[in-house]
């Protein structure tokens, strides 16, 4: 695969560190609100321009950088890992991403992060069921967005 099938661009909803879970309108990118959540996003969150998953809604993404991402921002990326979720019975997953010509890596201590924060971040919504399965590589990260683009 050329290297520029391999760049996507992620729109930013929620920045790192923030407890708001900020929602947008997919197609438009029009601010819809936001809502608090459990726990701090660790990293960057947004969802992949131009991607429908299976549950309807676009690819989400994990941005692993250091670097200061506002909500509203569209960054470049290359996907690094595809995470396994089921929210509610319905396939959910996370593909984990690093900015194009950044020095970040997606290594243990990021993937550790993720899980819990998936794992804690709805806490207080009763009856909220999240699955994690296992972290896939390039490729299948990859083919997930690939499959999903519109």
């Known amino acids: ?3 520029s099938e391999q760049i996507f661009q992620v729109f930013i909803e929620n920045q790192a560190g923030s407890s708001i879970k900020n929602t947008y309108d997919e197609k438009t ?4 609100g936001g809502t608090k959540v459990s726990r701090p996003y660790p990293y960057p969150y947004g969802f992949a321009l131009d991607t429908v998953s299976g549950d309807g809604d676009a690819v989400d993404c994990f941005v ?3 670097d200061t991402l506002q909500s509203s921002d569209i960054v470049e ?4 890992h595809l995470l ?5 019975g319905e396939v959910d997953h996370k593909v984990l991403c690093v ?9 243990g ?3 550790d992060a993720i899980r819990a ?24 990260a990859k083919r997930y967005i690939r499959e999903c683009r519109v």
């Open 1 to 3: 695969m050329p290297a």
């Open 29 to 32: 990118l029009k601010h819809l």
């Open 64 to 66: 692993v950088t250091q």
């Open 77 to 80: 990326c290359i996907p690094v």
């Open 84 to 88: 396994e979720q089921v929210e509610d």
């Open 99 to 107: 900015p194009t010509g950044a020095e970040s890596v997606v290594d």
């Open 109 to 111: 201590d990021a993937v």
């Open 117 to 140: 924060f998936i794992m804690s971040v709805f806490a207080h919504v009763p009856g909220k069921k999240m699955q994690l399965g296992s972290l896939l590589d390039t490729t299948e």
